[in-house]
């Protein structure tokens, strides 16, 4: 049996302002599309995940509610982690080894360069860094969320916005 994690980095976001703290900045509608693209093509692969996690920060929550537009989730099943924001690839391993047996399929979003860390920590593969609305997923054969750590994944496929237009 195996589990697929789907890696997500938010899409491009507004600069940040002055005035504005980083936590709070918004996606752009290039953003907005991008995502959207990303969305329908993992659609279109037949990704249907039992469980989306997203950091608070309005750029990356954004992102996971366009991603789960596209692939048909509930949105108001899509669980906010505020560690996932400052934590570091820690926080990102934390709520994956919480993820309960019944889920096969999850998809977290959030920010770099922690998920590009994250990806590479995961899979022992060269990743660099994952590019804005990019997905790394990534399979490992276990059926418990709990022993995924260090080099237990494989690198399924990585792919960004712009590699589809």
């Known amino acids: 049996m195996s589990i697929t994690l789907y890696i997500v980095r938010h899409a491009k976001a507004e600069d940040r302002a002055i005035f504005m703290a980083d936590h709070d900045r918004q ?13 329908r093509y993992l659609h279109r692969k037949g990704v249907q995940p039992d469980q989306m996690i ?10 996971a509610k366009v991603f789960a537009e596209q692939l048909g989730f509930d949105l108001t099943q899509i669980q ?6 400052d934590g570091g690839p820690k926080a990102y391993l934390a ?8 889920t096969k399929t ?10 590009s860390y994250l990806a590479e920590f995961l899979t022992h593969e060269n990743i ?6 990019a997905v790394a997923a990534v399979t490992f054969e276990t059926s ?4 995924v750590s260090g080099r237990t994944g494989s690198l399924a496929f990585q792919i960004g916005p712009k590699q589809l237009v």
């Open 106 to 115: 999850a998809m977290i979003f959030g920010h770099n360069p922690d998920v």
């Open 27 to 39: 996606l752009t509608p290039d953003g907005i599309i991008a995502a959207a693209r990303m969305g």
């Open 144 to 147: 418990d969320w709990a022993e």
């Open 95 to 102: 709520a994956i080894n919480a993820l309960p047996p019944s």
């Open 128 to 133: 660099g860094s994952m590019s804005k609305g």
């Open 80 to 85: 906010l982690d505020e560690k996932l924001f």
């Open 54 to 63: 997203s950091s608070t920060a309005p750029r990356a929550k954004d992102t």
